[in-house]
């Protein structure tokens, strides 16, 4: 097993190209790979409920299995379980699954499961471009994902930009990502971006089964707001655009009273609930950092 770190960020369509261009990443090599990854699961949605993900990748020739373990994510970062391993050479059943490799895990999440009732329930399908990042002891890979998720007929857009720490403290990925995120010039566009906390496969799950009904929660944060933003993004539903305008007035509120200098924080949330108001993708990936920077 090995714990993955990452920090991911939701980009605007503009944003990839936008990405390409910055100066940091011109002049640093960079490699394409097309992969193509297929989600399995119960019936009744078992290792979703207990909060795990089970997928087959196709990597050229290549075939990886891996079951992930679900981690509370902070403003995009998270950090998560991972079991990896090629099936290139296993013995797999009849919809491509090593049932066998799975049982050596011996993972709390599949002790009591018939394993022979996984079945393919949702695909990922992407390009991913990736850089390799290495300054002031860390060693970050820069990754660029553009593809497609599909559950049966329905199918959501995949563009987004994930730094996965390798070597180093997580605060370094914060750091980077602030670089990508400045304009390069005075002249330049900054990079349209915001913290994503929903992974592809809780995505797909939501398009598979339906998102569930907005609540209000007894208490607001950065990360209650852009879990209402993920949700607003991808179903389109106006209760969830309505919950993230709530929330960001109740968080303009609460840091107005306790602020006793100026705050950061302030200006980049009311900039994001102005944009919500409009109905538009708050896409200030410098605002999204201000307010990471100081959450307590």
């Not at 944003?15 to 119960?42: C, E």
Request: proline share 6%; net charge negative; with cysteine.
């Amino acid at each position: 097993m090995s714990d993955e770190i990452e920090l991911k960020l939701a980009l605007s369509p503009e944003g990839p190209a936008r990405l390409i261009d910055h100066p940091l990443l011109r002049k640093m090599a960079s490699r394409t790979v097309s992969l193509g990854n297929q989600y399995y699961d119960t019936a009744e949605a078992i290792l979703q409920s207990r909060r795990v993900a089970l997928r087959v990748r196709r990597q050229g020739a290549q075939r990886l299995q891996t079951l992930k373990s679900a981690a509370e994510s902070r403003g995009g970062l998270s950090s998560r379980g991972e079991w990896e391993w090629s099936i290139d050479e296993a013995e797999c059943n009849a919809v491509g699954l090593d049932v066998n490799g799975l049982r050596a895990l011996e993972h709390p999440a599949l002790a009591d499961l018939d394993l022979a009732t996984l079945r393919p329930v949702f695909t990922t399908d992407f390009e991913r471009r990736l850089w390799r990042y290495q300054a002031e002891g860390s060693d970050i890979e820069i990754a660029l994902d553009q593809g497609t998720i599909h559950a049966g007929d329905a199918s959501l857009p995949i563009c987004e930009l994930e730094l996965e720490l390798k070597r180093g403290r997580p605060e370094q990925l914060w750091e980077l990502a602030q670089a990508l995120c400045e304009p390069s010039t005075p002249e330049a566009t900054p990079l349209p971006a915001r913290p994503a906390n929903h992974s592809k496969a809780s995505r797909a799950a939501c398009l598979g089964s339906g998102w569930p009904e907005p609540s209000s929660p007894r208490e607001v944060s950065v990360d209650t707001l852009i879990d209402a933003i993920d949700n607003w993004q991808d179903s389109q539903h106006a209760a969830w655009l309505a919950s993230a305008e709530a929330q960001c007035e109740r968080l303009v509120r609460q840091w107005r009273e306790v602020a006793r200098r100026h705050d950061d924080r302030i200006p980049a949330i009311e900039r994001i609930h102005t944009a919500l108001n409009q109905g538009v993708v708050p896409w200030g990936g410098q605002d999204w950092l201000a307010l990471r920077r100081q959450d307590p």
